[in-house]
């Protein structure tokens, strides 16, 4: 028994020592990953604040660009006050925001907007160029239809030295066979869809010729257009006469009625810009025509139908832009007719635009459906996306974005 003590005291001795290292390995562990947790909470929430702070950010360039476009209703455009805010809160959050535009309409406008939130600041910054209603060739919201040959392909009225010209034609729309392409359409650019809409699906191609076919990540805008309010100067109604008419016969007017008698009606446009507002319809008779002379423009609020006979329409003697048709009313038709070429420039996002010539069309068309029957072709006028402040449905729209 005096043997066995001794050496029961030496093996409890010798087992402290492991006793202490594992205590220790374990405590080493749990500080590591202590230190661990508390690295990636902190990553977490730097990360979690930067993209509260990102969303901030993001919130004060969409209210900043939406003052913009609100500063646009009000005419004459005055920049010399442009949109500013500091330290605005998002609801319901801790989160705020600063923003500032600058600049002038002769070099452009610059937007930076920072979020912050806790220790975290995002920045964006952008650009703010001005968009006009004739971006596209050709855009709708419903079927846009293309006889079989038709070529679209583009050029610059303002500069013929510009031969390479982008262009797009396409719908808003993701309903199946939306855009038809007969036999043998050549489209000198890209053509769209409506988002999340199938390309193969939507477009039934039947033998054309195009650049890329893809579908929009977001759907065109369509600005409302309302009416400048002009004094009521009554209707215009020509029998088998020519009725010329210049920049103090603008107006509003109930309807135009253009008739053919022993001789075609005629209505010119002539000797400067004329701005008709137009409650009604615009009926133009067999062999009758609206003709603007080089020296003119027309630009016409329509809230009725276009409606052209046989070999009648409208004759431009300038350029596409010196012809605006803006629809105004809620569900319209436009047959569009020249006896020669078509040159001009159409929004009616609620109008079904028919146009029907015997020659090439010049400009761009915007509707609620387009369909070519013409024994022509279609080429977009690059010029009409020159737009200013004073002009329809343009919109202030963000471009060359950043972030930091």
Avoid at 316 to 329: C, D, E, R, V
Wanted: net charge negative; with cysteine.
């Amino acid at each position: 028994m005096g043997v066995k003590r001794p050496l029961q005291s030496v093996r409890r001795g010798s087992a402290l020592p492991l006793v202490m290292a594992a205590v220790l390995i374990l405590f080493v562990m749990g500080m590591g990953l202590m230190s661990l947790g508390m690295h990636s909470r902190i990553l977490a929430i730097r990360a979690g604040s930067e993209i509260v702070a990102r969303c901030a950010a993001d919130a004060g360039l969409t209210q900043a660009v939406y003052e913009m476009n609100e500063k646009l209703k009000i005419q004459p455009w005055d920049d010399s006050t442009l949109p500013q805010v500091t330290g605005q809160g998002l609801p319901n959050c801790s989160a705020t925001f600063r923003y500032t535009v600058t600049g002038d309409l002769g070099g452009g406008y610059y937007l930076e907007s920072i979020g912050n939130y806790i220790l975290a600041d995002r920045k964006v910054n952008c650009i703010l160029p001005l968009q006009g209603p004739f971006e596209k060739a050709i855009f709708v919201q419903g079927a846009l239809i293309l006889k079989a040959g038709t070529v679209v392909d583009g050029y610059n009225s303002g500069d013929p030295s510009i031969t390479d010209v982008e262009l797009v034609i396409g719908t808003n729309s993701t309903l199946s066979g939306s855009i038809v392409l007969n036999s043998g359409v050549t489209v000198d650019g890209d053509v769209v869809i409506g988002p999340s809409g199938t390309v193969e699906d939507v477009i039934q191609d039947h033998g054309a010729s195009t650049d890329d076919q893809y579908a929009l990540i977001e759907e065109v805008e369509f600005p409302p257009v309302t009416p400048p309010g002009l004094a009521n100067k009554g209707i215009i109604m020509i029998h088998g006469t020519t009725l010329i008419i210049g920049p103090a016969d603008s107006g509003q007017y109930s309807k135009i009625v253009i008739k053919r008698a022993a001789e075609p009606g005629i209505l010119e446009i002539s000797g400067g810009d004329v701005v008709v507002e137009v409650s009604g319809n615009i009926d133009v008779g067999q062999d009758c025509e609206i003709i603007v002379t080089p020296d003119a423009s027309l630009t016409s609020y329509l809230g009725g139908d276009l409606n052209t006979d046989n070999n009648a329409g409208i004759n431009n003697q300038n350029a596409p832009g010196s012809f605006k048709l803006y629809g105004t009313g809620t569900d319209q038709t436009f047959t569009i007719r020249a006896k020669s070429e078509v040159l001009g420039a159409v929004y009616a996002p609620n109008a079904d635009v028919t146009v029907m010539a015997t020659g090439d069309v010049y400009g761009s068309f915007v509707g609620n459906s387009f369909q070519m029957m013409s024994g022509g072709n279609f080429y977009y006028d690059e010029a009409l996306k020159n737009v200013s402040v004073g002009d329809e449905a343009v919109q202030f729209v963000v471009r060359g974005w950043s972030e930091e």
